[in-house]
């Protein structure tokens, strides 16, 4: 009895030292462990006030990395352009470092952004501050390498080249930059070439708006002095989608001018040609004021839409005043062809408002037998009665004179009635005719040439 609780008590002791050797023996597993071994605490303030080297004189090599997930917006207008960019930054806090074999393996940490150095790039072109949400955490790493990504929205100012517009390929920049550490301080670097972050940026890419994305091109600009400043500049190329615009806008302006050289159909005697030939070119100044919406007025050079837009508006507007004046010789010699008539028969171009004791003055022949008709068929007729049936009578020959005119046209008897001045504008039409379209068709061949062209 007294040997089983002997063996017991031996057994007891055993197990009891066994296990707190286990315990002993396992090593620190927990991010804390970790945390604990750099002294980075809440109180320790070492790692977020200063720059994280041993010798200041030691600059910081901070590389970084761009990548375009999506083009959301380019305003002509207000020569803005606005990216959806990530960008991670890496440097290295000379403060840090572990064993990983000592901490089970563990070679990276995840901290809140506000507890260590953090170089403080900005970008020149931003106008406005980024909408999106901050990243909350960086990652350290056991050789003391430190990594912050950032998701930026970003509202950038970029010099529009709109001379080709619609066809028109931009370039804007992005430059990255310290706001106070100058070259002493920070060494700026470029994580990927300008093929890789193409590359990467092309396979990442969301949505591009209107545009479609070219390349990328990364350069890095290391200072001289001490007292410059390090600079990194990404130039995202892109390239409009034209379709949108030849649509809405070039082919519409193109069926105007069309409509323009249809009208030369219009017989020029008619009125109707003059009228549509100005709600034509009213037409062509609308679509102007529309463009005068999209593009900026800070423009070196006119651009070629611009250039589009005035050439058909002067061509049709001097299609216009080639029809006001085949019109005017027109009326020229229709004047001339009535003023004829008139002196031909000249009774029926008088008023009757004379009466001569019994009989009618309605002017010549023509009133002396009106006058003998009526005292024979109506002797009592009152005075008032008789100058009405004679003014009557004039305008029912005047009327007749111009049926008979129509009808002298519509049976081709028109060449026969044609005047000098008819004759004339006739042939100023048919020699302008081929002189419009020829100018047209060298004008749209040029501009298109020169529009599409690289």
């Not at 970790?34 to 080297?53: A, F, I, S, W």
């Not at 050789?143 to 390929?169: A, S, W």
């Not at 890095?220 to 649509?247: E, H």
Request: hydrophobic fraction near 40%; aromatic fraction near 10%; include cysteine.
């Amino acid at each position: 009895m007294v040997s089983d609780l002997f063996h017991l008590l031996l057994f007891l002791t055993l197990y009891s030292g066994s296990d707190s050797d286990v315990i002993r023996a396992e090593p620190a597993c927990s991010y804390q462990d970790v945390l604990d071994h750099l002294n980075l605490t809440r109180g320790n303030e070492l790692y977020v006030m200063t720059r994280p080297v041993r010798n200041y004189r030691r600059r910081t090599q901070v590389s970084l990395e761009v990548l375009l997930y999506a083009i959301l917006d380019v305003v002509e207008k207000e020569q803005k352009f606005i990216p959806y960019v990530q960008t991670a930054t890496r440097w290295r806090n000379e403060y840090i470092s572990w064993d990983p074999q000592e901490f089970c393996g563990i070679d990276n940490v995840s901290l809140p952004a506000e507890v260590l150095w953090k170089p403080d790039l900005t970008i020149e072109e931003m106008t406005e501050t980024d909408k999106a949400p901050p990243t909350p955490y960086l990652t350290i790493s056991a050789n003391g390498f430190v990594e912050v990504h950032y998701d930026q929205v970003l509202v950038c100012t970029c010099r529009m080249h709109i001379y080709k517009f619609p066809f028109d390929t931009q370039k804007c920049n992005l430059t990255f930059k310290s706001v106070i550490h100058t070259a002493k301080d920070l060494l700026l670097k470029a994580s990927d070439n300008s093929s890789e972050a193409s590359e990467s940026s092309r396979e990442l890419m969301r949505t591009q708006y209107e545009w479609v994305f070219l390349n990328m091109n990364v350069a890095v600009y290391n200072a001289s002095a001490d007292a410059d400043q390090d600079k990194i500049v990404y130039t995202i190329t892109m390239r409009r989608k034209p379709i949108l615009y030849i649509v809405n806008f070039v082919l519409p302006v193109l069926f105007f001018l069309g409509l323009d050289l249809a009208s030369f159909l219009i017989s020029d005697r008619a009125g109707e040609k003059l009228s549509f030939k100005i709600t034509v070119l009213l037409a062509v100044t609308v679509l102007q004021l529309i463009l005068n919406e999209i593009l900026p007025s800070s423009t070196n050079r006119i651009p070629l839409i611009g250039v589009y837009c005035i050439g058909i508006f002067a061509l049709m507007l001097l299609s216009l005043l080639e029809t006001i004046c085949v019109m005017h010789l027109m009326q020229r010699d229709n004047h001339n062809y009535n003023h004829a008539d008139g002196e031909e028969n000249g009774g029926f171009s008088k008023q009757a408002n004379l009466y001569n004791g019994g009989g009618l003055d309605c002017g010549g022949i023509y009133s002396m037998s009106a006058s003998e008709t009526l005292n024979a068929t109506l002797p009592g007729v009152r005075e008032s009665q008789s100058g009405v049936l004679c003014q009557t009578l004039e305008k029912l020959s005047d009327e007749l004179k111009a049926m008979e005119r129509t009808l002298r046209l519509l049976h081709g008897g028109q060449k026969e009635e044609l005047g000098y001045w008819s004759r004339l504008a006739r042939r100023i039409n048919r020699i302008f005719f081929v002189f419009y379209v020829t100018l047209v068709v060298l004008f749209l061949t040029l501009l298109f040439t020169k529009w599409t062209s690289d």
